[in-house]
């Protein structure tokens, strides 16, 4: 799945259809219709997302956002990773070992040209998430949480394939993020001891706003 919770919609035809997406083939018909324009879409929405996100894992491994070699010794999973401005961001501090899910083979041909995936997988979101338990020292998943989309379970998902102490990093649309069961999934995941919510604060989906998204940082204990 791919970054397409700016918030509002305006006049793009694409977003407007993603708010609407009611099943997998929608979703996966979409974005591979929006792949090649998509990047260029986002630009023009001053989309802030996927940067904030890498630099918020940074910050939650006691980083250094000015260190551009730190991410060298870890595996990370990009689930909905479109066409790749997430992992685009993550090798800008030096991830050479990042895996890439999304449901629009479209979107993975693009993302395949960046360069910066070792692995790069069509997978629907809305089913188990075919890894091992205990795979990844992160996951993370931008735009992927939003309306017509994937649902909260997935957050339980992401907690299993992480490894113990490791970080979930993930943007959930604002509007839905109480209507549709993110925050009481959070609370189940902090209350049963499964991790420590480091973040779940507001922010700005565009870099001309402070509003639209909510910015998850879960820490597996």
């Keep these: 799945m791919a970054e397409s919770n700016t918030h509002p919609v305006g006049d793009n035809v694409f977003l407007q259809r993603a708010y609407k997406l009611s099943n997998t083939e929608e979703a996966r018909n ?28 940074i910050l939650a491994r006691g980083g250094n956002v000015e260190d551009s070699q730190q991410l060298g010794s870890i595996k990370i999973m990009d689930a909905g990773c479109g066409t790749g401005l997430v992992g685009l961001g993550l090798a800008r501090f030096g991830s050479p070992n990042i895996e890439g899910l999304d449901i629009s083979p479209g979107m993975l041909d693009i993302a395949r040209r960046t360069g910066v995936y070792g692995v790069l997988e069509e997978a629907d979101l809305s089913k188990p998430v075919a890894r091992p338990d205990n795979s990844y020292d992160a996951v993370m998943c931008v735009g992927t949480l939003t309306r017509g989309h994937v649902g909260p379970k997935v957050l339980k998902e992401f907690v299993r ?46 870099t001309t706003s402070d509003v639209g998204g909510r910015l998850l940082v879960l820490k597996k204990l």
């Design 30 to 57: 979409l974005y591979d219709e929006w792949a090649s324009q998509y990047d260029k879409d986002l630009q023009n929405e001053d989309y802030a997302a996927p940067e904030l996100a890498a630099e918020s894992l």
């Design 161 to 206: 394939i992480v490894k113990p102490e490791g970080l979930i990093v993930a943007t959930v649309l604002d509007d839905i993020w109480e209507r549709d069961g993110f925050r009481a999934e959070v609370d189940n995941l902090r209350d049963s001891g499964q991790v420590k919510a480091l973040r779940t604060d507001v922010i700005g989906l565009r």
